[in-house]
Structure formats: structure tokens, C-alpha cells
């Protein structure tokens, strides 16, 4: 069934001490973007509005089902590679990042890639579901099974990602493939939401009746009252029957402020105009505001007061990021270390090229000489809650050694239909009819 969409794209700065938007979204008949850039790295404005702009020459293209999720892998690791070359251009832009959710539209399909905490729900029916997955350090100790759900909605680390675009050939979005229908109701949104609402909230507002710009207006407003700190930005987007749809592209956020306005009602830009205007912007830096003259009184105390406001969110960032260094180094795995059994002091994660964590044991205990099962086990890391437990499973692992592993023959004993093991002096033309494996061991 032909479909089409309507959709409503929302951005605020927020609450907190964040100067500028650091968000950017477009959305179009046929494309969906919301790129967060990330606040700690230099220059996120130009990062999402850079990655926008040079994914936004999809909409209008013509794509079938069967490679659109191939064109839109390639454009993301074009823009990837965008972020490299302008990355190396200037101080200001070094290290720049940010999250990417893309969705590119041919008839009831829908390619999407993700890349970050940024989100994406599906309501369909009264049923919200979210589509894509965090790649962040909070839901590392979720699949780890570290932390509970309800621990994670208040983890003083939620936003620390770690997968985003930064320019690094690694820096690799997830990929699938999606079936749309007349009725459902998407939304993107960048962690300034899903971090500050709670999950039910923005549940019942979406299952709320309403065009597509009221709940994008409700989550914005609800975003606020939460008191959230972090850019807020959303794209709620409805399915809708063929020729019911939206044609007119939206463009909120870093790319819209960079000089990118929303595109008037009275003209529809081509494909090429949508991206020769955005990609132009992005790639210009904005100009520094004014500073008032250096030998004015009011000058020199304005510029005192900024210097302590910029002194003071430095020291709280600081603060805020010694803290978390300090928290992964009270944790501990168990993993491999060039062939034998090691004990790390951190996580077993990586942060872009920073590592979280270190070597604190090195042991005698070769993996190739434990059971197979188990070298797999510890190759994938086993999560420890301190050093002496930590200590306590690498004994464990120890103990296994001595054990004989192979598979013990079961024979059937046809006078009372149990399966008991018999004896070396069994018959060779019996079968065994199963095999079971001592205690210690797995299969």
C-alpha cells in the first residue's frame, strides 16, 4: 500500500548553560534526519549542521526498496568522511562529533541508520516501541546486566556515549530496514527529551490524538517542564495515505541558525537547491559577536563576567568528568591479555580512541587450556563487582582445568528404559543413544 507522510521537526536550546544549539533536524516527504552534536567535543553546531546538510540531497532522489538502505549507508559514511576533511581544517573544528538518526523513504519502507543516544519510537496502534538502540556506556551495563532499567533512568553517566560520527573510518552506523502503514506515528528526538522524560510520558503524549506539530509542541513543552538542560529537539512524523502527505521540507536547529531558514510555503526547492543551501552553511563558521571596546568600564566588566562564567562551567565539567573517570575505575572484568586469563581495573569499553580501561593482573592461566565454552566466555569479557571478585572467578576459571570435559556416552539399558553410562567393556556395536558431560562443564 502507497503511503506518504505528514511531519512537524521542533528545536530548543533548553535550560541549561549551553550558549548555542548543538542540534540540527530536517525532515522532508522522503528523508528524516536528527544529528545531536556533542557538547564535548569542539564545534557540535557545525558537526550535526555539516552531516544534515550532506545527507539532505536524498530527498526527491529516486531510491528503490532494494538498495535505499545501501544509498543511505553510503551518504552517512560520506558525511563521516566530511566531518574528517573539515575536522582537520582549523582548531576550532578538531574533534568535533555527533549522533545521526536517518531515515530514508521509498513507498512503505523505511531505511534507517543510527548512530549515538539520539532516539526513534514507533507508535502503532496503542503500542510505542523504540527503534533504535543507545549506543552509550549506560546501556553497555544494561546488556551487561549491571544495572537494572530503573537504575539506568537516573545513572549519573546516562549521557556519556560512545559510538558517534566523529570522522574515523570505525565511526559505523546500525543499519535496518523498516515496513510503514497508514496510521503510524514516528518520533526522533535527541537525548534532551529521552533523558529528562520519562519513557511512559512520552508514550502517552504520542498515543495522544493531535496533528503532527501539537505533539511535537506538547514535547518540546513537556522537555521544558522537566526542567531538561540539554538541546531538545524532536521530529514527529504520521503516516498517512498517498497525496495526503507533507511536501514541504522543514529545517530546525544549529542548521537553521547557521543561516539556514526554513524554505518559504511559496517555493518547493529541487534536490539540489535543498543541498547546495544547507551544505553551503554548514560549512561556513558563524561570526564571533562583537566585544565592546577594551577601554570602556561597562567593556572590561561585561568581558570579567563572562570570563568567570566560562571559568566556572569549565571547573563543572571538569568536576563532572573526574567523576565519571573515578567511577569506572572502581569496576573490574575479567578478559584475555596476549593469551592468558587478565584482570582489568575499568570497563571493558572504549570511548572513541580513549580507552576505560587497564591491565591490573596478568595470570598464568592460559585460555587455550580452558574448555571451549569457557574460552569464549572470558574472550568476551566477564564482568566482576570488585577486585576480590574479579580474583574469585579467574579461581573459578583456574578449577576448571583438572576437570575431563569429554562427553560421557549414555547407553539405553532395555530392561527398565533408563539411560544409565556403562562400562569400557560394553559392547562396540551398541549405540549411545545420548551424551552427557560432567559437572563443571557445558556443551
Known sequence: MSVALTY???????????????????????????????????????????????????????????????????????????????GHESAETGGMGTTCIAMLRSGNKLAVANVGDSRAYLRRGSRVTQITRDHSFVQQLLDEGRISPEEALHHPQRSLVTRVLTGRTEDHPDLSMREVRAGDRILICSDGLSDYVAESTITEILCSEGKAGDIADQLVAIGLRASTRD???????????????????????????????????????TPAEKAAA?????????????????????????????????????????????????????????????????????????????????????????????????QSQVEGTLSADDRADAQMRVAELRALISVDCTPVPVYPNTEDDLFLPLPDSVEAEQVPESYTFPEGCAP
Request: hydrophobic letters at 40%; proline letters at 4%; glycine letters at 10%.
Open 8 to 86: 512537524a521537526a521542533r528545536s530548543h536550546i533548553g535550560l541549561g548553560s549551553k550558549s548555542r544549539n548543538e542540534d540540527s533536524a530536517y525532515a522532508g516527504p522522503e528523508l528524516l534526519v536528527l544529528c545531536d552534536g556533542m557538547g564535548g567535543h569542539a564545534a557540535g553546531d557545525v558537526a550535526s549542521s555539516l552531516v544534515v546538510g550532506e545527507l539532505v540531497h536524498l530527498d526527491g532522489e529516486s531510491h528503490g526498496a532494494d538498495d535505499m538502505l545501501d544509498i543511505l549507508e553510503t551518504a552517512v559514511m560520506d558525511a563521516n568522511d566530511r566531518l574528517a576533511e573539515v
Open 231 to 269: 538541546n531538545i529537539t524532536v521530529v514527529v512524523v504520521d503516516v498517512v495515505e498517498a497525496g495526503d502527505g507533507t511536501t514541504q521540507p522543514q529545517v530546525v536547529g544549529a542548521v537553521s541558525e547557521l543561516g539556514t531558514a526554513p524554505v518559504a510555503a511559496t517555493h518547493t526547492q
Open 278 to 374: 544547507l551544505t553551503r552553511h554548514t560549512q561556513d563558521e558563524p561570526e564571533a559577536p562583537a566585544l565592546a571596546e577594551e577601554n570602556s568600564p561597562h567593556g572590561f566588566f561585561t568581558f570579567l563576567r563572562r570570563s568567570l562564567v566560562t571559568i566556572a562551567i569549565a571547573a563543572v565539567v571538569a568536576a563532572g568528568a573526574y567523576g565519571s573517570y573515578v567511577w569506572t575505575q572502581q569496576q573490574y572484568f575479567v578478559g584475555v591479555e596476549d593469551g592468558n586469563v587478565a584482570i582489568f581495573n575499568g570497563i571493558s569499553q572504549d570511548l572513541g580512541p580513549i580507552s576505560l580501561s587497564k591491565t591490573d593482573e596478568v595470570t598464568d592461566l592460559a585460555v587455550s587450556d580452558l574448555p571451549t565454552y569457557y
